[in-house]
């Protein structure tokens, strides 16, 4: 049998938390949840997802930061990371694009939208 | 003069189209919404493909409406075909000039940029900013009037429901928490409390009667979702 894929999401936003959560296990993926980014950071090292869901406002550290934490971490150095956040400035978007992220989604999104970048993220080409 | 079109897309079909619909042109290609900003050309005109590898095209169009720096691009939006209002209207409403079913006619194509192009030359760049007004058959919302009406009969909406209702124009096809709609349509974080959007919901509902109001959909235990 083969293993599902581990999806990690970050959103210290309850609703938004529940509805990418429920996205991705409808992909097919077992989900992780964290409502802060240093708890994401230890869930991501202790279970090594697939790929990461991550906010960047983010109550104790921004989600770029997590980002760079979880990247130090070597099994998770080429972790797929999406961010997706309310934050549409030019040098924000371009910051965490920068940062190797396997994509960048605004909030509101689109279901479809999210569930396709979810499976692009952890379904073999 | 040479015209310049910034082709964003990590499609080879796209490409190969944008090659042989503007031929004449200078075209300059970006396989990712990231390379796109990196570069952040303060004018011209871009083509953004609706799937990058990175980001949407629209959210790509709403990051370079907002800001200072890009907010004077023309941008063409393309579509997987085929053509779809409610993709259209979500492509106009982040702030493309144009939007194009995949794959368009190439001539058709090619004389709306080239009009486009002479427009923001002759014009000067001019700010984008939200559509004047929306309209779906006969419902007809202008946010800057401030009127909301069903063919000829105005609808009282209380200014909390007008708010809500071009919230929910403006992210049609998404899917929004009662909280994010408390802050904001109501801006004041939880404090009104989530049963009241749903009352308020409901009001809206009700006064845009059965064909417009039951495209105000519950998403079961997750919010809203407004679909035309």
Known sequence: ?125 | MTLTAHCVTSDAGVSAFLKAALKGFRLKFYPSAGAFLRAAPGGGLAVIDAFLPDMSGRDLAAVLRGDQKTRRLSLVLTGAGPYSPAAAAVCFDNGADEYFAFPPEPRLFRARLVNLLARSCAAGPAPAEKPAEYRFKALLVSPEARTAQIGRAALKLTALEFDLLVYFLRNQGRVVSRSVLLEQVWRQGMEAGLRSVDKRIEALRYKLGRPFGSKIKTVFGLGYIFKL
């Open chain 1, 1 to 125: 049998m083969t293993r599902r894929p581990k999806v990690l999401v970050v959103d210290d936003e309850p609703d938004y938390l529940q509805i990418a959560a429920r996205i991705a296990a409808r992909a097919g993926c077992a989900v992780f949840t964290a409502a802060t980014a240093l708890e994401g950071v230890a869930l991501a090292s202790a279970q090594k997802p697939d790929m990461i869901l991550l906010d960047v406002g983010l109550p104790d550290i921004s989600g770029f930061e997590a980002a760079r934490r979880i990247r130090k971490v070597p099994a998770l150095a080429a972790v797929p990371i999406i961010f997706f956040t309310v934050r549409s400035e030019l040098d924000m978007v371009a910051e965490g694009l920068k940062l190797g992220a396997a994509g960048y989604v605004l909030k509101p999104f689109d279901p479809d939208e999210l569930s396709r970048r979810i499976k692009a993220a952890v379904l073999p080409a």
